[in-house]
């Protein structure tokens, strides 16, 4: 059943934000710590396990692959809700506090990249 | 019987399903263009994502708001499919079929990309906001916070006191980040071997704007996506943990 699926990945999602949260507490912060990660992990791990002992049905993981194929228009959706305006509008301060974080950033993708080896 | 009236209350009315009709039509349209003016070689997400970016700009100046394109009354649903909530759910749906060992073997250059990425973020727009002629360390650490996201600024603002006026400022700096790097990464990807797990991994903790990181992979390289996302979803908790404290801390040091 397809909603299985959906459930699952919704289910995952609730105590990965759940959890998030209660880290963020914890540190006395209102930000929510790792939730999405955690969710992503659990549903690593979840569907992993539940592969093995029930055998997840070819319809119910299209209840999440679904969602994972609709990510670019979602993603293309969020785009066109920016504040584009706010951010050229913020000055020059905004745009090299900014705009100089990324480039260092992207510089040392391939330093940290030697880590692994 | 007016026909605009009609077709304005039937899409407004129906919102989320609009927002199908629309995303789907830049979708088709930058796919297209992408085939005929460069042969697929810029890839179509890509041409979407900077495209619905312009349509936000658009947006933003017809109405004043800040939300894009999502504050026109006909395209209210934009906001809903492109909000936290659905964006959020497609991102974890995306880290089924991740593999255990790539996540593993990439675990210690994630977790430090991390540190990296925020304490360096942060310095960068700690200077910036020193060569601009501020010189109280509340103002400068809240400006350095923003170049953390948009929401390590105002978080650290808050904390700290800091002036509507320079909370307003780490707003924009966590903005142009954001935008910046949904833009430039599929620009950049190549020069800096951004094509596989690992990297993705650092690059989402370097970054660590939820959006930038989302959008800039979708139009790398989709697979890549949950390793991104998955360091970057610690980065503003991290973010928001060391700049009003340590971070700040350094800032009156030096001042």
Known sequence: MVIYGVALLSFCMLLGIIL??????????????????IAMLLLIFLSDYLKKSFRL????????????????????????????LGAIDGGLIALFAGGIAVLLSFLLIPVLSKIKK | MDIFEVLNTVLSKNGLITSFVFVGCIVWFSYFLSDKLTNGKFHGSALAILLGLLFAYLGGIYTGGKQGVADIGLLSGVGLLGGAMLRDFAIIATAYGVKLED????????????????????????????????????????????????VVGPVTGTALNASSEVIALSIAAGLVKSIFVMTSTPFIAKYVGLNNPNSAMIFGGLMGT????????????????????MTATFYTGLGCLLAPSILFLIIELLY
Do not use: H
């Open chain 2, 210 to 229: 939820n959006s930038g990181v989302a959008a800039g992979l979708a139009a790398v390289d989709p697979k890549l996506v949950p390793y991104g996302a």
């Open chain 1, 57 to 84: 049905g070819d319809i119910t993981e299209k209840g999440i692959t679904f969602w994972s194929m609709i990510y670019i228009p979602i993603v293309v959706a969020m785009a066109s809700k920016q504040n584009v």
């Open chain 1, 20 to 37: 998030g949260e209660l880290l963020g507490r914890l540190f006395g912060i209102d930000a929510n710590i790792g939730g999405i990660g």
């Open chain 2, 103 to 150: 996540l593993k073997s990439s675990g210690v250059a994630g977790i430090s990309s991390l540190f990296i990425g925020v304490i360096l973020s942060f310095f960068v727009g700690a200077t910036v906001a020193v060569i601009f002629g501020y010189s109280d360390a509340v103002s400068i650490a809240t400006i350095g916070a923003g170049a953390v996201t948009f």
